[in-house]
T-cell receptor, first 116, second 118 residues
Framework: DADVTQTPRNRITKTGKRIMLECSQT?????MYWYRQDPGLGLRLIYY???????NKGEISDGYSVSRQAQAKFSLSLESAIPNQTALYFC???????????????FGDGTRLSIL | AQKITQTQPGMFVQEKEAVTLDCTYD???????LFWYKQPSSGEMIFLIY??????QNATEGRYSLNFQKARKSANLVISASQLGDSAMYFC???????????????FGGGTRLMVKP
């Protein structure tokens, strides 16, 4: 079983719809992240969370919101989806207890979101 | 200014040969870490190798090694004995110490698409 699970894996929806992408992890990490990847580009950070009570905006948070329901769950919402939010979305986790360490972020398999 | 620059959008390499993927970075933080990830066509992000700014030796992990030149701010990934399964996008990313309290954030480059020819 995957350590970081994203659902759904693929989603096609229409402009104006509310969308929720979910992420759950079994790694016991306290830090969780949401990124988006546009074709031919690297990942850009949308939101990150230290723990359930600590959520922070990343580089491109406009148009998105998040909820950290539990240590293991971090969901991303698009309140009113627009076509330029079509992208590949990744959830990631890391162990925040190790400071600046060599521990990588661990990624889910991604959610391909298409907004028509 | 771009923090992570990968100047090669795409590269070809012959199977069994070595290939170097370039990565240059920009930071004023003396403490940082550099990561390389592989993204196959299926889309997942796979961690390959890490280099810390204070590491005395270049990192190695199996067929992957880093050519870390701190003064030039470059951390090029070397893949030896390329295999067909190495065909993928490769991303360089940086974590700066001053971002540690900001969540261990990673900044990614734009990636290099590697294609291994049989």
């Amino acid at each position: 079983d995957a350590d970081v699970t994203q659902t759904p894996r693929n989603r096609i929806t229409k402009t104006g719809k509310r969308i929720m992408l979910e992420c759950s992890q079994t790694k016991g990490h306290d830090r969780m992240y949401w990124y988006r990847q546009d074709p031919g580009l690297g990942l850009r950070l949308i939101y990150y969370s230290f723990d359930v009570k600590d959520i922070n905006k990343g580089e491109i948070s406009d148009g998105y919101s998040v909820s950290r329901q539990a240590q293991a769950k971090f969901s991303l919402s698009l309140e009113s989806a627009i076509p330029n939010q079509t992208a590949l979305y990744f959830c990631a986790t890391s162990d925040g207890n190790r400071g600046l360490s060599n521990q990588p972020q661990h990624f889910g398999d991604g959610t391909r979101l298409s907004i028509l | 200014a771009q923090k992570i620059t990968q100047t090669q959008p795409g590269m070809f390499v012959q199977e069994k040969e070595a290939v170097t993927l370039d990565c240059t970075y920009d930071t004023s933080d003396p403490s940082y870490g550099l990561f390389w990830y592989k993204q196959p066509s299926s889309g997942e992000m796979i961690f390959l190798i890490y280099q810390g700014s204070y590491d005395q030796q270049n990192a190695t992990e199996g067929r992957y090694s880093l050519n870390f030149q701190k003064a030039r701010k470059s951390a090029n990934l070397v893949i030896s004995a390329s295999q067909l399964g190495d065909s993928a996008m490769y991303f360089c990313a940086m974590r700066e110490a001053r971002n540690n309290n900001a969540g261990n954030m990673l900044t990614f480059g734009g990636g290099t698409r590697l294609m291994v020819k049989p």
